[in-house]
């Protein structure tokens, strides 16, 4: 499955991380580096497989199942927060 940002998302990279605004809640985030490494890969078009793959890649010394259910977190949290919905493709 694939994801995009909804229109009342945006979002900016910063040296510490990503911080990203729901303008329609006025909600705002910020997102620690592993978090950012997810959000970047699933705005472009990445699934969460391919996310967790670049992760093994990055963090070599986080065992694979961490991994795997840290993307899988993050990614239900941006689900829910509706910073992220499930692209039509």
Known sequence: ???????DVTWKNLKSGIVLLNLSSGEYYTLNDTAADIWRH?????????IVRFLSE??????????????EES????LSEKLLVASAE
């Open 58 to 71: 990055t963090y070599k010394d986080v065992p694979a199942e961490d991994l795997t259910l840290h993307v």
């Open 1 to 7: 499955m694939k994801y995009q940002t909804p229109e």
């Open 42 to 50: 699933a705005v472009e078009g990445e699934g969460r497989e391919a």
């Open 75 to 78: 990614m239900e949290y941006f």
